[in-house]
């Protein structure tokens, strides 16, 4: 099977960008698994809640890193309607 599949552009374990946010959601989802077995006070509620956002937000970045990577290679090309 992989030899049918030709795409065009490479995948993301070459993007240095998306390893990066990859690893940085890795570190971010070891950090709210230690925020989670903590005592419900404080200085960990507001850790946790800043990390559940950079969770999210580092997931949105992926989606646009990948796109926007996959369009910089021109695997995606945009359309008029793409642009309004």
């Not at 005592?39 to 507001?46: K, L, M, Q, R, S």
């Not at 999210?56 to 309004?84: E, H, Q, R, S």
Request: charged share 10%; aromatic share 12%; with cysteine.
């Amino acid at each position: 099977m992989p030899y049918l599949h030709k795409p065009n552009c490479r995948g993301p374990q070459f993007r240095t960008l998306h390893q990066a946010l990859a690893w940085a959601l890795v570190a971010d989802f070891c950090l709210l698994t230690y925020l989670g077995h903590q005592p419900v006070e404080p200085p960990f509620v507001t850790l946790g809640q800043l990390a559940t956002v950079g969770f999210f937000g580092l997931l949105g970045g992926m989606c646009v890193a990948a796109y926007a990577d996959g369009w910089l290679a021109g695997a995606i090309k945009p359309t008029k309607k793409d642009l309004i």
